[in-house]
């Protein structure tokens, strides 16, 4: 059974080592409590879950034509299984029907996502812990929004579980996926490989409640940083692996495959069709990102007023294009992918991403971002984050 329980070590302010656990379950509660739209990064991964679900309609694993179930698991307030289950619901006996003439997963994906990105682009009213439409039913879990923490009783036909596992810390990942496949058939899971840009800050009355003190500093896990106001920094990445490790973790039966996030990974627990698997690389080459925070950084965000979280971004972006480039490896050598190497490694050469360099170029971005903002005003006086973003680009591919 999980405990939801972070091992973290840190530091009082006599500089005395102590040890604690974080109730994972509490801080969570707390983040979706304040109105945060955290836990809504699948709503960018829509392309990828439309495709996941045709392509199980393709292959005959599920029937659109019949009721399906589908599970939200772990996502927070993500509306994007909503907008996925609607979507699929108003065009079932279409998307059946070309499947049943032999149009192939991009044809129909072609004809799909414009309907997609309408539906997105509509309201959505206080979401539901079980919805329906039409044919289909989507529901959801996550601990830490009270209104979707009562466990489910319906067993999925497909089950989306997007930036979760990285939230699990390592000693409750077994029984965290024995949970998820005992929740559906067919799990579609995307795994952030690299430590969160945001972060919780935690005050120090929470950190020390019930700690033990340390001998020594740590040699491993995680340890708190204090920021300005004297709070701990915690990141919600309590779990990050290589791609090889999760394997290890989740077993030969899950399949790890390219993400529409660089610097992420794929995991189904079954094997796709090696199309799909082709397909999928060219949806990525289409819509894939990086999860890169574009310098200049965008205005009047908190990536500009708070300067922990800036320079946590600006830390990021090396391990970032780094990931994005061997990710691209398993791509083949066409134009998408050296237009991509292209990008990483300028910006590579630009910030002089070296071990020894690598924690010193905030300044480097930030004269960046004031050059690239007086060039785009001289081009416009109120210049858009796009075309700010445009010429920067431009400056360091001409580095």
Known sequence: MQKNKQIVFFKD???NWWENQIDLKDVYTRIHSAGTKYGSSADM???????????????????????????????????????????????????????????SLKQVMSFIAPLLKRENALPVEDL??????????????????KAFSTPLSRYADVVFCN???????????????????ASGKYIFASISLRDAV?????????????????????????????????????????????????????????????????????????????????????????????DFIAFPTP????????????????????????????????????????SEEEKSLAFLKFIGATPASCHGYLEKLLELERVAKKMAREENPNPTDELISQIAENIIRNF
């Open 13 to 15: 302010t006599a500089g």
């Open 198 to 290: 945001n972060y919780s800050p935690l005050e120090e009355s929470l950190v020390m409640r019930g700690a033990k003190p340390c001998e020594e500093k740590p040699k491993g896990g995680i340890v708190l940083e204090r920021d300005a106001s004297g709070a701990y920094i915690f990141s919600l990445h309590v779990s990050v692996f290589p791609k090889a490790k999760w394997q290890e973790i989740l077993g030969e039966k899950w399949h790890l495959l390219p993400a529409q996030d660089y610097t992420a990974v794929s995991a189904v627990n079954f094997l796709p069709s090696a199309k799909y698997q082709t397909y999928k690389k060219a949806l990525i080459a289409k819509v894939g990102f990086a």
């Open 45 to 103: 991964l829509l392309s990828e879950m439309m495709a996941n679900v045709l392509e199980l309609a393709k292959e005959n694993r599920i029937d659109l034509k019949k009721e399906v179930v589908i599970t939200d698991y772990g996502c927070g307030k993500s509306k994007a299984a909503n907008v996925v289950g609607k979507t699929l619901a108003n065009h079932a006996a279409k998307i059946s029907g070309m499947f049943g003439k032999g149009k």
């Open 128 to 145: 539901k812990q079980v919805e329906t439409y039409g044919n289909i039913t989507v529901q959801r879990y996550d601990i830490g929004v």
């Open 163 to 181: 930036d979760v596992f990285e939230h699990i810390p390592e000693v409750d990942l077994p029984d965290f996926i024995t949970a998820l496949e």
């Open 299 to 338: 205005v009047g965000t908190r990536y500009e007023s708070d300067p922990i979280l800036l320079r946590r971004v600006a830390m990021m972006q090396e391990e970032k294009h780094k990931m994005k480039l061997q990710a691209l490896k398993e791509y083949p050598n066409g134009a998408f992918r050296r």
